[in-house]
Structure formats: C-alpha cells, structure tokens
C-alpha cells in the first residue's frame, strides 16, 4: 500500500503501543545466534537446521543470502498464539492474532522498509510470498498481511509443484513468471520460520531463476525450548530482548534512518 507521511507517523504510534511487550527482536551482535536465521541458544554460527542447509547449499543452486525475522514466537507466547491462530477459518478466534501481525509486518516493511532495501543497495526488487500448500478459498491470510508492504514492491507469485513436505525441497515450488526474479533482490515472505526448510526451498527456486540476491523475510521464528533445551537457557539469561518501534529487524541497531 501506500502512506502518506501522516499515515506512517499515526501508525508508528499504534504500532509502538500495542506490540510493546509482544515483539521480542533478535539481537544478531548478542552472540550465541545462527548467523543466518538468528535462532538463539547456538555455541556455534549455525543452528542445526541451517546447518543442514548448509551443508547442501553448493549442490541445491543457493539459497537466501539473509533472513530477517521481525520477532521471536517463544512457545505459548502472545506471539506464538497469533501465529497459531491468525489463519484459522473461524473469524473470532483469528481476528486479533490477524491484527496483531499485521501491526508486526507493517512495522517491519514500513519503518524498516528501506533497511531491507538496503541489503542489496540499488538493485530492483520483487517479492514473492511462500505459497500456502493447503487447500483454501479466498484471500490467504498472510496476504492480508503482505497487502500492506510498500507498493514499491512489486509482485510475483509461487506456487507448489506437487505436494509439499516439511523437509527443505529445491523442486517444490514453481514461480509463475521465473523471468520476474531475474537480477532482482527478492524478498521471499512467509509468516513462520520453524527450520526454514519452505522458505529456504521457495529461495532455492528464485535463485535458480536468476535472481540476484534473496532476502527471507518472516515474521517469527518459532521457538520451542521442548524440542531443543539449549533454548530454554538462553531464555532464563535474557527473558526478554526488548523491542521498540526504531530497533532494526535488519541492521541491530537503533535506526533513526527509519523515523526520518
Ligand atoms: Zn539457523
Ligand atoms: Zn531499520
């Protein structure tokens, strides 16, 4: 969509005042963070799942060069909730989780837009949402949410190419126009990055096409100190990594460049 500069500045204040104590941002210079997800609680630069990645990044045709995470979704948190629930078909029950990201996703293009911009300085850009692999009819939910990045981001679309599991798969998806990413900085957008497996696999693909350089942009990396307790000591270190509407999703630092 687009803003006038009275729009950004009554947004930024909603935004600042309702995912206050919500948001919770990584802080990429804390140390003990993959380097390309930003999962938490890792000795080494890498968490297990990117490792994997990793390890197979030469062979698949590439991958991101960058993964923004707006927020941290910690197990049983607002945030996790949100995330869990925006997309149920019962209205009720989606409805504030909804609102709630779509405050996260507009702090994160908007404020932040240029930032993530940035990262491929001068370059074209194009944006390309994961596609959903369950059936659904309407508007998806989370382009609900995308409707609102800058209209300086033009459109391109995915979709499966057969059914797609939870594994990191370089043929699951298809672009519908490949020639759209070619030479752009593309932003891959989904809502949740677990192990990053789709996003990485929609990223694999629009490399493949030819683009030039690739941002994953989510909304939360899910964080579930069940599945792996180094998490759980990283969380009773620092319970809370604080948020404010200038704090950069992209660059770790206060970002007055945003608010300018
Ligand atoms: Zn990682
Ligand atoms: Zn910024």
């Known amino acids: 969509m ?16 309702d995912l206050n104590g919500i948001v919770d941002l990584p802080r990429w210079t804390l140390g ?4 390309v997800c930003g999962h938490p609680g890792v000795s080494g630069t890498l968490c297990n799942a990117c490792s994997d990645h990793e390890s197979i990044r030469a062979v698949s045709g590439g991958m991101a060069d960058r993964v923004v995470p707006l927020t941290y979704a910690w197990w049983g948190t607002q945030i996790w909730n949100d995330i869990y629930n925006y997309k149920k078909p019962d209205e009720e029950v989606a409805r504030d989780g909804r609102i709630r990201l779509m405050k996260l996703g507009w702090w994160g293009t908007i404020v932040h837009g240029r930032c993530i911009e940035s990262l491929a300085p001068g370059m074209d ?39 797609v599991g939870r594994a990191y798969d370089p043929i699951a998806f298809i672009l519908d126009d490949p020639a759209s990413v070619e030479n752009k900085h593309t932003i891959v957008f989904d809502d949740t990055w677990a192990t990053g497996a789709r996003a990485q696999s929609l990223a694999t693909t629009v490399r493949v096409a030819g683009a030039a350089y690739v941002t994953v942009l989510v909304l939360a ?8 307790p180094p998490l759980a000591d990283f969380r009773q270190k620092h319970p809370s990594l604080g948020w404010s509407v200038d704090q950069c ?12």
């Open 221 to 228: 990396n899910h964080l579930k100190p069940s599945v792996w």
């Open 125 to 163: 850009l194009t944006m390309v949402t994961v596609p959903s692999t369950k059936g659904r009819t309407g508007v998806h939910p989370i382009e609900r949410i995308a409707r609102l990045f800058p209209d300086t981001w033009p459109r391109t679309t995915a979709r499966p190419s057969k059914a």
């Open 2 to 17: 687009k803003y006038t500069a009275a729009d950004v500045e009554r947004m930024t204040k909603v935004v600042s005042r």
């Open 32 to 35: 003990e963070f993959c380097q």
């Open 249 to 260: 999703p992209v660059r770790d630092v206060t970002c007055l460049a945003a608010l300018t």
